[in-house]
Nanobody, 115 residues
Framework: VQLQASGGGLVQPGGSLRLSCAAS????????RGWYRQAPGNQREFVAR???????YYVDSVKGRFTISRDNAKNTVYLQMSSLKPEDTARYYC??????????WGQGTLVTVSS
């Protein structure tokens, strides 16, 4: 499975961005898709996940501001981010988890929230 993330950039506090993660390869093996982020000096942390049945999960700090969704026809998962804060600044990585417990990472896309 190959993952290609895009959509990062510079945005002012309170602004919005939409990240995309396109998957290719053994798509049928994927059980869930998710987003993680890593700020400078910090460990990579979970942000959001969407499972094969459509269930979604979020870290508390983004609940009500971020929305994860998917377009199965395009094999793409999105992360709509609104009301962005400076503390959301990080490199965002998409992840795909397979039914056999293997997982795959995309290359990351940088989100900078600053005035």
């Amino acid at each position: 499975v190959q993952l290609q993330a895009s959509g990062g950039g510079l945005v002012q506090p309170g602004g919005s961005l939409r990240l995309s993660c396109a998957a290719s390869g053994r798509i049928f093996s994927i059980s869930s898709r998710g987003w993680y982020r890593q700020a400078p000096g910090n460990q990579r942390e979970f942000v959001a996940r969407i499972d094969s049945d459509g269930s979604t999960y979020y870290v508390d700090s983004v609940k009500g501001r971020f929305t994860i969704s998917r377009d199965n026809a395009k094999n793409t998962v999105y992360l709509q981010m609104s009301s962005l804060k400076p503390e959301d600044t990080a490199r965002y990585y998409c992840k795909a988890s397979a039914w056999d417990s293997r997982f795959y990472w995309g290359q990351g896309t940088l989100v900078t929230v600053s005035s």
